[in-house]
């Protein structure tokens, strides 16, 4: 018995004091991992990438998670991850690293599918998001307070939004925050005064995306520039990547890859 | 194996002591590196700053967390309001009107529904919960009430559970005294039972509470989390712990201090709540 | 016939209540020795310093010597597992453990290293027959001791205390609880014993202490009163007390 | 005015009547509901098959895994440190300055939020012991999280082992420690499961602590130091996200499905253990 303890105990120890040199170790390991972590608005398009990827690549393994753009530009700055993805363009500080355009992605403002507005100007989303406009009414709809929903503190979407459409405002503090685009997008799809910014990529028919300035989000109005709330979707990494990185990252710039990013909504670089 | 039994015993002695001391370590280790992280920005920033301060921008620099504060104690008191009642009297009628077989079956039960995971009742809190308050009494729904209602629900098996454990603990001979006066079954309960199992009940409430106060998934699931102080019962809120969640992800930097300073004084206010409980309230009993 | 336990000067007192009031007595080697008297007297008190179950007492504060084969058990050094080893005891309420009739037999045995199969079925075929119990459970050694008589369950205990090959056997009224017919077992048993063991037998019961005995001690408020070959102290009480206590007079 | 106490006591019991079929009544309807939500969405295959499209498609089969290995990981830790330090608090010590610190250290762990585990867990094991968002990190933080229930289980279940065995063991010439593991922890057994179903069951329903210790990847974890992810963590991002409703369903009901089985194992050894002295 004390026998069994003893070994449970030391056990334990080991286990902590190896991890503590863990990235190495797995590095060794195995070598077909990719481990790749950051944007939650990269992420599902990136394991659809992974998702393809690995069939005709059945010795790779790769491990892809959220964490947020800014943590996964932290984690490759750290060597945790091998890639790292952002869903805006790189800060002082963090140039240093290098830095592959997967694609473009609009920001498209929704609402629910119930809501008659079709269109909104920019200036009109900025003062919704900044407080100033707090019911329907002054949009021309029923006198209904807005259920705005913006992103949290530290999300790529959010500090491409603040950028592109709010220009130095403030986002207002009694507005709905959510931490991916999955929940805005499901606050929306379930409350009829609700409206909020969400990658163009995840629009379908439960959230009804709105004319900004006179030009309808898509594909195409993207590509010809005239929709303005465009970022980059950036796969990021420190110095040279190895072989197999390489490979996956050829693999999503392919005809192929890109083709899957485009069935998703995104705008790549092919026709 | 040792064969020298008195020295075997000294050993596993020591091995035990270690054991014992590992629940102090693991305290010791999140107490430090908790406040080991959030420390510096309070020195930074100024605890009045953060404490006191409104506005929360933590990348532009701003990290009051006062409207957080106020909101963890609003759903807290709102999940007070709505499951001690509940609690205490399904508690009473357990404890005092129920017969044995029923006892037998209910209470279990009701304990085994403390097992059911908050991101359950976080669920389906957004399903049913706020889309009938957006419905039928205004707002987006995402707001104090029906966090309070949820939570109110969450903490019904620890009020009910202690609760009932405190009024099972009176003495048989205070009822018998108070029935032989003839007080009523409900006098009795009223005037005798009740106050005597008051400490008890008071912990119930208090652990209850900290049970609220804590809970995090599913309060991010229908708090709507906006950083204002709500000023009605519809408005969304974001709680401390919500904070934390909704933003440790993606938090580097100050950021990041910023969600640890949060944590610290979210657990300042649960080692209060747990000290009142277990140390003030359970030795009067 | 030689002293195997010699007992100087013992005191015992919990807190501030003193329960032996220096005791001396010389216990002979392969006799049973009775010790008698009623509740109150020490007796208990005074076997569970001989075995240092007293050890687990809170407070007992002791004082005196207590010597077996001329070693002083009450050393700082005494290894009292050892001891425990050596002096075997039997409670008045038989405490079976909640295992089978053969693992409680064999639970000594084993601490002491014994895990050889034949060996540790000789040692419980062996105590279980010492015990007069061995007729009655051999087809069912496996069963919980738990579901024994509570006469069956005493002559378990006494056999799984012959288990540990004990010298000195301690009996801490072991048939209070019990039957005549029961009692009457434990006492043919504990005759045939007396042989290879040394055996203290605590009892308020007079008559019983007259039938196995040979030597008898008579306790009273902490006191020994009285100690002879029992012969003598039924026959011929030298104090009156004695011969009250025999008599029924109080008890 | 004054109501005739006859009438207040007859309008309080219907009221407490009522009150407590309420407060039962939203218990079971919340079972009810994820039962008849999810039942029509879970098979075999939605059991035993990997998800597809984030969740969207397939099974659950990794989460499964993924739980399994959090939870039996977290107690195969924390059963030998809980039950060694409730033998150290009942057999090895008096009451004293020391055990009262000791109980003050676990009822402080047993008050903290799971937030704050996760908190520490990802500050500690994550990010300073560089384990990444791992099997090990959640394990760990899970460990400590659920080691205050089996200590004060398994201190109950000890102390309400009899005295008597105990005596008689060290007349049987035991040591202490042989008294302990061969008469005192086999009599404790029932009630230190019971702790430990209960643990299983905090392990398998927590979210907040696991999501930032263990990650969320949908792999299925084959190495301590992969990321994976639990049902609950499941669950939560499939609902949060608006994956897929039913899917979502589907893995309530089969998280409330375990867990509430852990605890009627529980209850079973529970009930088992007081009947056994009583």
């Known amino acids: 018995m004390v026998r069994k303890l003893g070994i449970i105990v030391v056990a334990l120890a080991t286990l902590i004091i190896s991890c503590s040199n863990k990235p190495a170790a797995r590095a060794k390991k195995d070598k077909h991992t990719i481990t790749i972590a950051g944007s939650t608005s990269v992420m599902p398009f990136t394991e659809k990438l992974a998702e393809h990827f690995m069939i005709d690549h059945r010795k790779f393994v790769i491990d892809v998670q959220g964490g947020g753009s800014t943590a996964g530009i932290q984690a490759c700055l750290n060597n945790t991850v091998d890639i790292g993805m952002s869903s805006r363009e790189l800060k002082e500080g963090e140039k240093m690293l290098n830095t592959i355009t997967i694609c473009y992605d609009g920001i498209a403002i929704v609402v629910h599918p119930k809501n008659p507005l079709k269109a909104l100007t920019m200036q009109q989303v900025s003062r919704i998001f900044n407080g100033e406009i707090k019911n329907w009414d002054e949009l021309g709809w029923i006198k209904r307070k807005i259920d705005a929903v913006t992103r949290e503190e530290g999300s790529g979407t959010r500090s491409s939004f603040e950028e592109l459409v709010m220009k130095g405002r403030g986002i207002d503090d009694g507005i709905m925050v959510q931490d991916s685009n999955g929940s805005v997008k499901e606050v929306v799809a379930t409350d009829p005064y609700a409206i909020g910014y969400i990658s163009l990529g995840l629009v379908d028919e439960r959230v009804k995306a709105m004319t900004i300035d006179g030009v309808i989000p898509s594909i195409r109005s993207i590509k010809t520039g005239k929709y303005k709330i465009v970022r980059p979707f950036l796969y990021v990494t420190n110095g040279e990547l190895d072989e197999d990185g390489k490979q996956f990252v050829k693999f999503v710039l392919s005809k192929d890859g890109q083709g899957i990013l485009k069935k998703e909504g995104l705008v790549g670089f092919y026709d | ?285 | 016939m030689s002293t195997k336990i010699a007992i100087s000067g013992l005191r015992v007192a919990f807190s501030k209540n003193e329960i032996l009031k220096g005791i001396t007595i010389d216990v002979h080697r392969n006799t049973i020795t009775g010790f008698m008297g009623p509740s109150g007297s020490g007796k208990t008190t005074l076997i569970s310093v001989i075995n240092r179950m007293i050890d687990f007492e809170e407070n007992a504060h002791i004082d005196g010597e207590v010597h077996i084969d001329g070693h002083n058990i009450l050393d700082g050094g005494q290894n009292t597992v050892e001891l425990r080893r050596r002096v075997g005891t039997v409670f008045a309420v038989p405490i079976p453990l909640p295992r089978s009739i053969y693992e409680n037999i064999a639970y000594g045995p084993r601490l002491r290293g014994i895990g050889d199969r034949i060996m540790l079925h000789y040692i419980v075929e062996d105590s279980l027959k010492k015990a007069f119990l061995w007729d009655e459970v051999k087809d069912r050694l496996s069963m919980s001791a738990l579901k024994l008589s509570g006469g069956q369950q005493q002559r378990l205990c006494l056999a799984r205390t012959l288990a540990l090959k004990p010298e000195i056997i301690l009996l801490d009224e072991p048939c209070s609880g019990l039957d005549p017919i029961s009692t009457a077992k434990i006492e043919d048993a504990l005759s045939e014993l007396k042989k290879d063991f040394t055996i203290i037998l605590v009892s308020n019961n007079t008559k019983q202490i007259a039938r196995i005995t040979d030597f008898s001690a008579f306790f009273y408020l902490g006191e020994l009163i009285e100690y002879d070959t029992t012969e003598r102290l039924f026959t011929k009480p030298s104090v009156k007390k004695t011969e009250d206590y025999i008599q029924g007079k109080f008890g | 005015m004054r109501i005739n106490p006859r009438f207040t006591n007859k309008f309080v019991q219907i009221g407490l009547n009522l009150q407590a079929f309420f407060t039962v009544g939203i218990l079971v309807i919340i079972v009810a509901i994820i039962c008849f939500k999810g039942l029509p969405y879970v098979n075999f295959e939605f059991i035993f098959s990997y998800p597809e499209d984030m969740g969207r498609l397939g099974g659950i089969f990794p989460s499964i895994v993924g739980t399994i290995l959090l939870a039996l990981l977290s107690i195969l830790f924390a059963t030998p440190l809980g039950v060694g330090t409730a033998i150290f608090l009942t057999e090895y010590t008096k009451e004293s300055k020391f055990t009262k610190i000791i109980r003050f250290g676990v009822e402080s762990l047993a008050g903290i939020p799971s937030i704050l585990y996760g908190l520490f867990g990802f500050i500690f094991f994550v990010i300073k012991l560089r384990m990444g968002w791992s099997l090990l990190a959640g394990v760990l933080t899970i460990t400590i999280m659920i080691l205050p229930t089996i200590i004060r289980t398994s201190e109950e279940a000890i102390k309400a082992v009899p005295r008597n065995l105990r005596i008689v063991s060290y007349s049987l010439s035991a040591t202490k420690w042989e008294t302990v593991t061969k008469v005192v922890l086999p009599s404790a057994i029932p009630g230190i499961l019971t702790g430990i179903m209960l643990s299983v069951g905090r392990a398998v329903g927590e979210t907040a602590a696991v999501i930032f210790t263990m990650g969320s990847s949908l792999r299925l974890p084959t190495s301590l130091f992969d990321s994976g992810r639990t049902m609950a963590v499941h669950f939560y991002i499939l609902a949060r996200e608006g994956i897929s409703m039913e899917k979502a369903y589907g893995t309530a009901l089969v998280l409330v499905v375990s867990i509430l089985l852990i605890n009627v194992v529980a209850y079973y050894l529970m009930n088992k253990a007081i009947s056994k002295y009583s």
């Not at chain 2, 044995?100 to 919960?129: D, N, Q, T």
């Not at chain 2, 519809?234 to 969640?245: C, E, M, Q, V, Y």
């Not at chain 2, 933003?247 to 080692?271: P, Q």
């Open chain 2, 1 to 285: 194996m040792i064969k020298n039994p008195v020295k075997k015993e000294q050993l596993v002695k020591w091995v035990l002591v270690t054991f014992a001391l590992s629940s102090l370590l693991f305290l010791f280790l999140i107490f430090i590196f908790i406040l080991f992280e959030g420390l510096p920005l309070f020195h930074k920033i100024g605890l009045k700053n953060i404490i006191l301060g409104f506005k929360w921008a933590p990348t532009k620099g701003s990290f009051g967390i006062f409207p957080m504060i106020v909101s963890s104690f609003l759903v807290t008191f709102g999940a007070l309001i709505i499951g001690a009642p509940m609690g205490l009297s399904c508690a009473i009628y357990l404890a005092e009107y129920s017969g044995k077989r029923l006892k037998m079956f209910l209470k279990p039960a009701l304990e085994l529904l403390a097992g059911i995971p908050s991101v359950v009742y976080g669920f389906l809190g957004v399903v049913y919960i706020v889309p009938i308050i957006r419905d039928y009494i205004g707002g987006s729904g995402f707001s104090l009430l029906a966090t309070s209602i949820i939570l109110g629900i969450m903490i019904l098996p620890t009020v009910i559970s202690i609760s009932f454990d405190a009024l099972m603990s009176v003495p048989k001979t205070y009822r018998e005294g108070s029935f032989a006066m003839g007080a009523t079954k409900w006098q009795t309960i009223h005037k005798v039972v009740i106050p005597a199992a008051k400490s008890g009940i008071l912990a119930s409430f208090i652990l209850g509470m900290g049970r609220a106060i804590g809970e995090t998934m599913a309060v991010i699931m229908i708090a709507g989390n906006a950083l204002r102080i709500p000023s009605s019962i519809l408005d969304p809120l974001r709680t401390l712990t919500g904070n934390i969640a909704l933003e440790l992800a993606y938090a580097t930097g100050d950021h990041r201090l910023g969600l640890f300073s949060t944590g610290i004084v979210l657990l300042v206010i649960i080692m209060i709540l747990n000290y009142i409980a277990n140390f003030g309230i359970k030795r009067k009993m």
